[in-house]
């Protein structure tokens, strides 16, 4: 059983940044894509950045440049490296594992005020 343990929200100026990590625990698959979701006051939930085992990585075009994702395999972790933080970022971000099932962490919450 695969759980998934966040860190790194918390309340930010804009233009600052912030980093999120995500530890999982338990066995992957040798092939999977760890990533992060943002839920916005309001909108639905959305990807904003994954990466695969593969390295292969993607952006939501609203964080791209900005926005950094980075894993350590062997620690089972992924990151998420935010600068020049927008209003617009404000939200609740939640750790993705996809394998052979999808699981989700708590939650984090990023505030950034103007």
């Known amino acids: 059983q695969v759980q998934l343990a966040e860190s790194g929200g918390g309340l930010v100026q804009a233009g600052g940044s912030l980093r999120l990590s995500c530890v999982a625990s338990?066995?992957?698959?040798?092939?999977?894509?760890m990533g992060w979701y943002r839920q916005s006051p309001g909108k639905q939930r959305e990807l904003v950045a994954h990466?695969?085992?593969?390295?292969?990585?993607y952006y939501a075009a609203s964080v791209e440049g900005r926005f950094t994702i980075s894993r350590d395999n062997a620690k089972n972790t992924v990151y998420l490296e935010m600068n020049s933080l927008k209003p617009e970022d404000t939200g609740v971000y939640y750790c993705?594992?996809?394998?052979?099932?999808?699981?989700w962490g708590q939650g984090t919450q990023v505030t950034v005020s103007s």
């Open positions: 993705n594992v996809r394998d052979i099932a999808t699981r």
């Open positions: 990466m695969t085992s593969a390295d292969s990585t």
């Open positions: 338990g066995k992957m698959f040798s092939f999977n894509v």
